[in-house]
């Protein structure tokens, strides 16, 4: 009987598994509602510089002046950042778990994550994700973003763990083909509770 291989690792993205996403087109469409911006220019710009932003070659106030203020509004770059960066909240119940496999297991938690450089520090920050992750293998920092399979190549060998030790959460389903295609068996995360039984289908359970 072949011996079944110890989980030692989580891979976890931030935006749809342990927070909302951190500037997605829905919360954009909120900001051009509360700031009445022209959704069409705005959805323009972003488009042009986002991916220039999410890895790091852009700053916050850079990407807010390519994209709000090239001309002059009514209202301020920091009442626009506070928007932003009120839109993250967290999920509780996959905070727990995570936390709680960790504590089970002794397991290692690495986000993999496309987050720009001000927000992933503002939501460190504020849901405190430092008390249970251990590495950020995070677009901003590392010069790759998904769906580049370098980026979960990068985190294999930042991590030095084996692919087949891994198990990655994420809620984007491309991201999961890209993660299994290295043979990082994966989890695509639509809700607390399928994600629970598919983490004790790989020998990850919790007592509640």
């Not at 770059?77 to 996959?94: H, I, L």
């Amino acid at each position: 009987m072949k011996k079944s291989i110890s989980i030692t690792t989580l891979f976890v993205d931030i935006g749809g598994v342990l927070l909302t996403d951190g500037w997605s087109h829905d919360f954009r469409k909120l900001a051009v509602r509360e700031f009445n911006l022209d959704p069409e220019e705005m959805e323009t710009r972003h488009s042009i510089v986002f991916e220039t932003f999410e890895i790091g070659k852009l700053t916050l106030d850079e990407y807010l002046n390519l994209v709000v203020f090239y001309q002059r509004r009514s209202f301020t770059q920091a009442q626009f950042q506070e928007f932003m960066f009120a839109r993250s909240e967290a999920d509780p119940k996959m905070i727990s778990l995570i936390r709680q496999l960790k504590t089970k297991y002794g397991l290692k938690i690495i986000v993999v994550s496309n987050e720009s450089r001000e927000l992933n520090a503002h939501r460190i920050q504020k849901f405190r994700l430092n008390e249970f992750v251990d590495s950020y293998i995070s677009s901003c920092y590392v010069g790759l973003r998904k769906p580049d399979a370098d980026i979960f190549r990068l985190a294999l060998d930042v991590t030095q763990v084996p692919a087949e030790q891994v198990v990655y959460i994420e809620n984007t389903q491309m991201f999961v083909t890209i993660a299994e295609g290295l043979s990082i068996r994966s989890i695509w995360h639509t809700d607390y509770q399928s994600t629970r039984e598919k983490l004790a289908s790989f020998g990850l359970e919790v007592d509640s």
